[in-house]
């Protein structure tokens, strides 16, 4: 399976707003869990957002809920995720990446973490800054 493809990262001040595009080569969006990740500068690679590939369920992390949203466009065979009020916190590269169980969380509301997907594009840079 190949990487899927991230675009849309940027430059944006703070209060912003920015579209990520994730999308898949080769297979349909809806046969596997999408999730969306950020790595920051000497920090761990985390979870942000995730859709499930039955129902599309969307779960968030708490850092992004209530700014981000996660969707899919069966169209375009891509999934985007809506970032809102856009804060120096969220400088980071993002990738997106599939999760071959399709559920997303480990518990209701609980993303998976990162190990969990795979496989890793090149990402996208979202740089937050005044």
């Known amino acids: 399976q190949a990487p899927l493809e991230e675009s849309g990262g940027g430059s944006v001040q703070p209060g912003g707003s920015l579209r990520l595009s994730c999308a898949a080569p080769?297979?349909?969006?809806?046969?596997?869990?999408i999730g969306w990740f950020r790595q920051a500068p000497g920090k761990e690679r985390e979870a942000v957002a995730c859709?499930?590939?039955?129902?599309?369920?969307?779960t968030y992390a708490d850092p992004v809920k209530d700014r981000f949203t996660i969707s899919k466009d069966h169209a375009q065979n891509t999934v985007y995720l809506q970032m809102t009020s856009l804060t120096p916190e969220d400088t980071a590269v993002y990738y997106c990446?599939?999760?071959?169980?399709?559920?997303?969380?480990?518990?209701?509301?609980?993303?998976?973490?990162?190990?969990?997907?795979?496989?890793w594009g090149q990402g996208t840079q979202v740089t937050v800054s005044s």
């Open positions: 080769g297979f349909i969006i809806d046969a596997y869990g």
């Open positions: 859709i499930s590939a039955r129902g599309g369920v969307a």
């Open positions: 990446s599939t999760d071959p169980q399709g559920d997303c969380t480990i518990s209701p509301g609980i993303l998976k973490p990162p190990w969990n997907f795979g496989p």
